[in-house]
Every structure is written in structure tokens, then in C-alpha cells.
């Protein structure tokens, strides 16, 4: 190891300068600026008396491991594990538990992760109470002895419902549950939960951390070593792990992930305020706006307020309308990318949620969530005033 490859070093830098820096960010055999792609399923091992670094690449290789090095890294945990998506890494993650093991999760949490909960591992005998994670009181009477797990997603999708990290965190570590948050909305730039408490990060990679809908991956991260040992026996031996392709891939796109969160969330602060002056839309939802419920503990948990904006637009039909009218950004499920993406969760991410459940959680059919992505702002919102006035 050179002089440049330092662990403890690393750690101590920027948030800027960790994107660019760290170990295994560039080939120390050839100098090459980029980690190689070993695209290998298998090692050749020259010594049988010692423990190969890499044998087999569902359990290791050594691009996915410079990419679970840096995810480590920018979340401030001990170890990182790479997935085909974010719903292996959420599945594989939830595989800590066991058949009659209860989970409290966030109500209007990504629609896979219901869709997870609600058909598969309900089927493993795992038990779920969706909470509104906002009332903490709700949290604490959704205890049950057989309690093992707070799942968080915050700011909640779509309609970003803040949940207070650290006071359910320290709830959660004073009854022995493990405590799993969805960072895909956030990215470490703006937060980071292992610092506030919670014991493993998942993330949807295909989002922010790639940035350029291009990528289908998945990341957890843990703080705790003996956790890490756990998640990655699940890893290894569920197998969902991401391609060396993949993997370089979302490295290229993490390196510009605060400059591309700077400019788009600065966009998304003036379209939530150009919204909310807007005599089409009923409702915006955005966790910088002054009315927000929870802004305030947003504000002491994270160090801004996001690139996605969601809004109602008072019914299916002018949702719809309006989703046919407009030109910049894709319609389309997904967000996080550089081109704006308007998606409409009742019919894409959360199509999977019953009517019912769907309305009492504030998810309307006139209900849109706009990704701000790195157009110029005035462009968009032209675009989207001639959408919304038809
Ligand atoms: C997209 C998304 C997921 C699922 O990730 P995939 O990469 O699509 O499998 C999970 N959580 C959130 C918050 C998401 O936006």
C-alpha cells in the first residue's frame, strides 16, 4: 500500500474529496485513474495454504469491493455490501430476521418494500405494523414482544413525511431492535444515519448514487462489525450481489454525486415555492417549505432539503392531463437521475398498494412526484406552468 492509501486518512477528509478518494479509487498495479473492472467469476489461488483476498465473485471481487469500501466510507460505517438492486439490498437486509419476528416500518414506505413485506416475508411467517413513523407515540405502541426491527424511510415516499432518526433510533437500542433506514431520498451528502444511531443504511443505488438512470444497484452499509459479519453471510449466500460492470459504473456516477445534488436541490427549493404560489395545484409537499409538518426535525437530522417535490394536482384526470402535456422531464417511475422525471405513483411505484391504503396515506390520484434533475430551472418551470395550464 502506498503512502496515499491510508484508511484513517480518508475518513478525515470532506465529504467532496471522500467521492473522489478512497481505497481502491484508482489501480495501485498500473496507475490506472479508475478502479479496474475484474470481470472474472473466479480466482486462480497460487498457495492452497493461504487464504486467497478472492476465490469466487458472489463472495467477493475486487471492483464490487473498492465500490462497499467507498459506500462504507461516505456513510461513516465499517463495512458496505453491493446488490443487483435497492430491493435485494432491502430484501437481503430484512433476512437477518426470522419466522415470527415483528418489524415496525414506515407507512407510506417505497411500494417494493410493502409489496416485500406484505407478500413474501409475510409468507416466511415475519409480521408487519405499518406505522405513521412522524407520531412517535405510534412508533412505541406498535411495540409487541415479539418486536425485532424499526424499518425508517425519511423523508418518506412521495409525500416526505420526516421522521425523527435519533429519537426513534435510541427507542429502538433501549428494546434491542435493529433499526434499518431507506437513505435513497437523502444520499449520505445530505444524511447520514449511522451518525444518529441507526444500525444499517440501505440504499436504492439506481437513484442518486448513480444519478443517471442508466444503473440498477442496491448498497447497505452497517457501523457495527459483528452486523457486518452477519449481512454479509445473507449477501454471500442469497447471492443478489452487483456485477463488476455495475459496480464501475455507479462508482463513475458517485463521484459527482455533490455537485449534482447542489444544483438540483437548489432547483427543487424554487419549483416547491413556485408550486405553492401556483392556482393549479392543491397541495406541495416539500420539506423546505415553511408549512411543512416536519420541517424542524428534517432540519436537525440533515443538512438540506432534497431534489424531489411532490404535488397535488386535485384529481386523477388533471394528473394525467398534465402528464401528457409536459416536455422535459421523463414520465416514468424512478427519480434521482441528471433529466427531470415526473413520475405518478398511483400508477407506477405505488400501483402495488390498495386503493384504500393508498388514499389514507395522502398518496390521491392527483398526486405527482417531480425529481429535479439538472435542466436549467426556468426551463422547467415554463415547461410545467404550460403542463399545468393545458
Ligand atoms: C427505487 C427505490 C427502492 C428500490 O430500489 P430498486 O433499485 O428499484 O430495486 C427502494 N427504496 C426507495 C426509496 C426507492 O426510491
Given at each position: 500500500m502506498?503512502d496515499?492509501?491510508?484508511?484513517?486518512?480518508?475518513?478525515?477528509?470532506?465529504f467532496?474529496?471522500?467521492?473522489?478518494?478512497?481505497?481502491?479509487?484508482?489501480d495501485?498495479?498500473?496507475?490506472?485513474?479508475?478502479t479496474p473492472?475484474?470481470?472474472?467469476?473466479?480466482?486462480?489461488?497460487?498457495?492452497?495454504?493461504?487464504n486467497p483476498?478472492?476465490?469466487?465473485?458472489?463472495?467477493?471481487n475486487?471492483t464490487?469491493?473498492?465500490?462497499?469500501?467507498?459506500?462504507?466510507?461516505?456513510?461513516?460505517?465499517?463495512?458496505?455490501?453491493?446488490?443487483a438492486?435497492?430491493m435485494?439490498?432491502?430484501s437481503?437486509?430484512f433476512?437477518?430476521l426470522?419466522?415470527g419476528?415483528?418489524v415496525?416500518?414506515?407507512?407510506?414506505v417505497?411500494?417494493g418494500?410493502?409489496?416485500?413485506?406484505?407478500t413474501?416475508l409475510n409468507r416466511?411467517?415475519?409480521?408487519?405494523?405499518?406505522v405513521?413513523?412522524?407520531?412517535?407515540?405510534a412508533?412505541?405502541?406498535?411495540?409487541?414482544?415479539?418486536?425485532?426491527?424499526?424499518?425508517?424511510?425519511t423523508?418518506s415516499?412521495?409525500?416526505?413525511?420526516?421522521?425523527?432518526?435519533?429519537e426513534v433510533?435510541?427507542?429502538?437500542?433501549?428494546?434491542n431492535?435493529?433499526?434499518?433506514l431507506?437513505?435513497?431520498f437523502?444520499?449520505?451528502?445530505?444524511?447520514?444515519?449511522?451518525?444518529?444511531?441507526?444500525?444499517?443504511?440501505?440504499h436504492s443505488?439506481?437513484?442518486?448514487l448513480s444519478?443517471?438512470?442508466d444503473?440498477?444497484?442496491?448498497?447497505a452499509?452497517?457501523?457495527?462489525?459483528e452486523?457486518g459479519?452477519?449481512?454479509?453471510?445473507?449477501?454471500?449466500?442469497?447471492?443478489?450481489?452487483?456485477s463488476a460492470?455495475?459496480?464501475?459504473?455507479?462508482m463513475?456516477?458517485?463521484?459527482?454525486?455533490q455537485?449534482?445534488?447542489?444544483?438540483?436541490?437548489?432547483?427543487?427549493?424554487?419549483?416547491a415555492?413556485?408550486?405553492?404560489?401556483?392556482?393549479?395545484?392543491?397541495?406541495?409537499?416539500?420539506?423546505?417549505?415553511?408549512d411543512?409538518?416536519?420541517?424542524?426535525?428534517?432540519?436537525?437530522?440533515?443538512?438540506?432539503?432534497?431534489?424531489?417535490v411532490?404535488?397535488?394536482?386535485?384529481?386523477?384526470?388533471?394528473?394525467?392531463a398534465?402528464?401528457?402535456?409536459v416536455?422535459?422531464p421523463?414520465?416514468?417511475?424512478?427519480l434521482?437521475?441528471?433529466?427531470s422525471?415526473l413520475s405518478?405513483?398511483a400508477?407506477?411505484?405505488h400501483a402495488?398498494m390498495?386503493?384504500?391504503?393508498?388514499?389514507?396515506?395522502?398518496?390521491?390520484?392527483?398526486?405527482?412526484?417531480?425529481?429535479?434533475g439538472?435542466?436549467?430551472?426556468?426551463?422547467?418551470?415554463?415547461?410545467?406552468?404550460?403542463?399545468?395550464?393545458?
Amino acid at each position: 500500500m502506498s503512502d496515499r492509501h491510508n484508511k484513517e486518512e480518508f475518513a478525515k477528509r470532506h465529504f467532496a474529496t471522500k467521492l473522489l478518494h478512497f481505497e481502491g479509487s484508482f489501480d495501485e498495479q498500473t496507475g490506472a485513474s479508475s478502479t479496474p473492472i475484474f470481470q472474472a467469476s473466479t480466482f486462480h489461488q497460487s498457495d492452497l495454504s493461504q487464504n486467497p483476498p478472492y476465490d469466487y465473485s458472489r463472495s467477493g471481487n475486487p471492483t464490487r469491493q473498492a465500490l462497499e469500501d467507498q459506500i462504507a466510507l461516505l456513510e461513516g460505517g465499517t463495512r458496505g455490501f453491493a446488490f443487483a438492486s435497492g430491493m435485494a439490498a432491502i430484501s437481503t437486509t430484512f433476512l437477518l430476521l426470522s419466522a415470527g419476528d415483528h418489524v415496525i416500518v414506515t407507512e407510506d414506505v417505497y411500494g417494493g418494500t410493502y409489496r416485500l413485506l406484505t407478500t413474501v416475508l409475510n409468507r416466511l411467517g415475519m409480521e408487519t405494523t405499518f406505522v405513521d413513523m412522524t407520531d412517535f407515540a405510534a412508533v412505541k405502541a406498535a411495540y409487541k414482544a415479539n418486536t425485532k426491527a424499526v424499518f425508517i424511510e425519511t423523508p418518506s415516499n412521495p409525500t416526505l413525511k420526516i421522521t425523527n432518526i435519533s429519537e426513534v433510533a435510541s427507542w429502538a437500542k433501549e428494546h434491542n431492535l435493529l433499526t434499518i433506514l431507506d437513505n435513497t431520498f437523502m444520499t449520505p451528502y445530505y444524511q447520514r444515519p449511522l451518525e444518529l444511531g441507526v444500525d444499517i443504511v440501505v440504499h436504492s443505488a439506481t437513484k442518486f448514487l448513480s444519478g443517471h438512470s442508466d444503473v440498477l444497484a442496491g448498497l447497505a452499509v452497517t457501523a457495527d462489525p459483528e452486523l457486518g459479519r452477519r449481512l454479509y453471510q445473507l449477501q454471500n449466500g442469497l447471492g443478489a450481489v452487483l456485477s463488476a460492470h455495475e459496480c464501475w459504473l455507479l462508482m463513475r456516477g458517485i463521484k459527482t454525486l455533490q455537485a449534482r445534488m447542489e444544483h438540483s436541490e437548489r432547483s427543487a427549493r424554487k419549483l416547491a415555492e413556485w408550486l405553492n404560489e401556483h392556482p393549479e395545484v392543491t397541495k406541495v409537499y416539500y420539506p423546505g417549505l415553511a408549512d411543512h409538518p416536519g420541517r424542524e426535525v428534517h432540519e436537525q437530522q440533515c443538512s438540506a432539503y432534497g431534489a424531489v417535490v411532490s404535488f397535488d394536482v386535485g384529481s386523477g384526470e388533471r394528473a394525467k392531463a398534465m402528464l401528457g402535456r409536459v416536455k422535459l422531464p421523463l414520465v416514468a417511475v424512478s427519480l434521482g437521475g441528471v433529466e427531470s422525471i415526473l413520475s405518478y405513483p398511483a400508477m407506477m411505484s405505488h400501483a402495488a398498494m390498495p386503493k384504500e391504503v393508498r388514499h389514507e396515506r395522502g398518496i390521491t390520484d392527483g398526486l405527482v412526484r417531480y425529481s429535479v434533475g439538472l435542466e436549467h430551472i426556468e426551463d422547467l418551470l415554463a415547461d410545467l406552468d404550460q403542463a399545468l395550464r393545458g
